[in-house]
């Protein structure tokens, strides 16, 4: 894998483990598991955009 390739799997793979870590905090601490809120949904798109510009930032940057 060249190093051009690894600059952006490596974060984009940090940045779904870290997503799916958000949504286990939402659920756990908030005690949302079980309920059909749209609190979950809004807060994990939320994180989700958060993580895109950083990601984006870091892309285009360098």
Known sequence: M????SRMVVPTVVAIV???KVRLV???FLT???SRS???SVLV????L???VA???RMLIG
């Open 38 to 40: 749209q609190l979950i």
């Open 32 to 34: 949302l598991r079980g």
């Open 26 to 28: 939402i659920l756990d």
């Open 55 to 57: 990601l984006s930032r």
């Open 2 to 5: 060249s190093s051009a390739t």
């Open 18 to 20: 870290a997503l799916c």
């Open 50 to 52: 958060v993580l895109f």
């Open 45 to 48: 798109v939320w994180a989700a």
